[in-house]
């Protein structure tokens, strides 16, 4: 980022929640970058940007999508980036229909699933796009990684390279977004079309073969109903641009927490496998063999997947796992529908749960509609929380607020809590992988104190008490358990594993049990061991190569040797797009990885994120698979095509496009089609969890105002890190809510006094800053006002106050199942919430008012 | 103008075996508010809590001032500017190690003295809580703990330094708004800095506290400002209070002895 020369930041305030990789922007910006924050609300990263854009919470898919419209109008674009590097060529199935021609829906919506069949989104030719016979999942969408759905494309799919065809990717594009105009963003977003076109000139004059553009986003943007489509847009103005592979370039995801990127990496998502490989479905994969063949691509290094996957069972399963028990595919458990964290939790409330790990989590804080999990905990039997403290999920069912107001006692709920006390991270070492896929290592700085014990100990340990309490069991059942490889060394007063060895076998080791040094190694016959491929290499050469702490001045500006970049080391992705077609830098300003003639090779300031040997005119030969089937040319070497895809044919639940769709609760209809929001959104209409009126909706204005929920830079996210600890409790002291002079006026909220905030799930209380940070909105020529609120609260720590999460209803997105917490409606009038039973009244009051259905306890 | 100071500035008592003066240039242009400097000051010197959890009002600021017990502080000032739009300043505040420090100069214990650093540092296991050192300072930095009695402030982390690593704040500062160093060249640095800043079009960019012939005779904490030093809570012009104080001790006397001499011609023209 720091060699960017414009910065978009968007869906992200990353000065407050990212302030360390923020100094990377500030160095950009020290050497000349322009830096734009688009976000609803003017904050500390609004402060140090060139240009601050005020938009609607909910509305950035009709930003974004103008600006691909001005770009494709505007003749802006980075022609031979596109036609080479990107599926703008390629020709789509005549079955196709796009949402200009349905009012809102692609061709293929199953209105009574609320599902696409994706048929018709197939590259023109490629049949059915590979499906399997009996395939369940492209449905339910539960099992999809890193490499989309099963399609194979057999041969090079039908182009026209002049971009002429009416069905290539590239006016099919073009049509799709005609619509969204710099007039529709000033309608829809509420941004001046003057101040729109600002952005889109910076965007474009900061792109091309001299100059990049990158992006930075985090869960401003992936907090929708809709949340994937948004990212979805950003990259297809990243590859119009040509800002993809190439140094300051990119789309920054930026993560939350220190390791997230390691825990989808690692995986804690039930519908994953390490290294991005697709849990199993329960049916439709009865052998290794389908298994294999559904999932293995015809292109590109998803070609591999037999060496990818038999190497972890081999990681997990050692001597036992053989050719003939198919390597013990079948101890791997399967899914069989979505078990992501909302569904479980309603199943939970449901009383089909009994029992829950909580590592790190505070689900009665941080989850949306908060107090749906603290009831749903109150059913379980048994609950594990370890944590640093008490957390609110840990005493819910003696001190929470649910107790207050009367509508849990105490003694009725059965829940057997156990806190067992966390080891914080400077109490054990281990490895984070941070936003940018760098792997780095942490030394132990001092021994947990009493009980405090690491994650890893208490998962190494749980698991060799079940495997002691298992040892007599004949029990096919517990096999997968008991022959788990479970051995770890271990050291010290209380057997602490070692986290190198766990480290060592992620990297995974050769037949000769020396550790491998790139997934290309990877054998698919059994004698090759990794516990996850994209990390192999972390470990090269039997070193850790996580700790490499080489200062920057004593290296490359690329610094390759600070920590481990997954995959291979490599800093940047698709590098060899920073090359054009032959294999030359698109310019020397922005040289990165480029064709050595002489050498034969690709080499650069960067491992290559291509087969170092293949020449840039490359032609695969007839019958070549894997990458050896992707032209010299084509860049996005996971991909089956080798294209950057502006068109995505599989692999996503909600279209093969980004359409705009309106937040599940808005005060606007959506002005672009008939079809309100994403048809393909999951919802959980039930008791504690109503959804307000649709706009238009007579008793609509009960919940008035646009409402967003985020982080502060004092606290950490549900705050069971910072609420308990004086110097950050005493920064950002109380809950508080942020609006406009104007809103304050209409609604006679006073400065550092109180306000009540209402929606159909609950009431909460904040202290009131009213502040010009918030500006109000012109929105189809009404004013739009919108309410910030941190979530940080709780009712224990030093620093107490309401949760915000407690307002959200339950809605998500269908691709990741991620909750729209960004964007709501609300009520807010002056003065303190009602206590006790007073409490669910006035919320059932508001919710009589706006014609809801009655939650069963309202009689 | 070259202020007569009353007692000796760095070096004086160090017979040339004093390093170089050291220091801290706050660039407040890129600073984010993220108040990592005040907990890591915290953190590294053991400061407690600074007073009860009360929101403020006052923008992000729920610090509100440097004190016994906050040594850094963090402002925020929101700024309507019409067709400029909006602006919020940060600023992070700390001591200023002061040239002619007035702290230093009326504390009667010696607990305050002047480092080989050229910093300015309280002694607490001699500091008796006197309070002298409190409205001697010119920008109300120090301050007396109220339930301990003695005097407390910012040592520019006189550990660390002792041991070669720089001060916490300064450490923990991610987007090197807070640079610790060399005075003379971090005044070389903060001017390069306004320079291009300036350049850039940021004409209000100025430095404030760097040029030793102010009242304080400059500050070994100087800042890099985007408005005047009063929008941050800073004095414009601080004078050591202890500048004036022998002219002041000067004509105190000259009018004693004047009124003396008045009694004395009274008595005198009495004695007839």
Redesign the interface.
Known sequence: MANSDCILIQGSNMAECHPVAFQWVVEAKQRGAKVIHVDPRFTRTSALADLHVPLRAGTDIVFLGAIVNHVLENERWFRDYVVRYTNAAVIISEDFADTEDLDGLFSGFDPEQGTYDDTSWQYAGAGDGGHAEGEHESETGQHFGALGAPTGVAEPPEQDETLQHPRCVFQLLRRHFRRYTPELVERVCGVPASQFLQVAELLCENSGRERTTSFAYAVGWTQHSVGAQYIRTAAILQLLLGNIGRPGGGIMALRGHASIQGSTDIPTLYNLLPGYIPMAHAEGYPDLATYIEQHTKKGGFWGHMDTYLISLLKAWWGEKATADNDWCYDYLPRISGDHSTYRTAMDMLDGKVRGFFLLGENPAVGSANARLHRLAMAKLDWLVVRDLVEIESASFWRDGPEIETGELRTEDIATEVFLLPAASHVEKEGSFTNTQRLLQWREKALDPKGDCRSELWFMYHLGGIIRERLAASDDPKDRPVLDLTWDYPTSGPHADPDAEAVLREINGWGPDGRALSAFTELKADGSTVCGCWIYCGCYAGEVNQVARRKPRDQQSWVAPEWGWAWPANRRILYNRASADPDGRPWSERKRYVWWDEQAGEWTGEDVPDFPRTKPPHYQPPEGATAEDANRGDEPFIMQVDGRGALFVPSGLQDGPFPAHYEPRETPFTNPLYGQQQNPTRQEYGRPGNRYHPRPGDPEADTYPYVFTTYRLTEHHTAGGMSRFQPYLAELQPEMFCEVSPALAAERGLVHGGWATIVTARAAIEARVLVTDRIRPLTVEGRTVHQVGLPYHWGSRGLATGDAANDLLSIVLDPNVHIQEAKAATCDIRPGRRPRGAALPKLVAQYRMRAGLEADADEG | MKVDLPTPTFGGGYDGQAGPRMGFFTDTS?C?????C??AC??WNLV????P???T?D??D??GALGASTWRHVAFV?Q?RGDE??????SSDVCKHCSSAACLEVCPTGALFRTEFGTVVVQPDICNGCGYCVPACPFGVIDRREEDGRAFKCTLCYDRLRDGLEPACAKAC???SIQFGELDELRGRAERRVA?LRG?GVGEARLYLEDEADGIGGAGAFFLLLDEPEVYGFPPDPVSTTRDLPRLWRAAALAAGTLLAAVATAFVGQRR
């Open positions: 890129i984010i508010g993220c108040k990592a005040e907990v915290k953190e407690p809590q600074d007073g959890l009360r929101l009002g923008s992000y729920n610090t929101e309507q739009g909006l602006r919020w300043l940060m991610p987007t090197d291009t850039a």
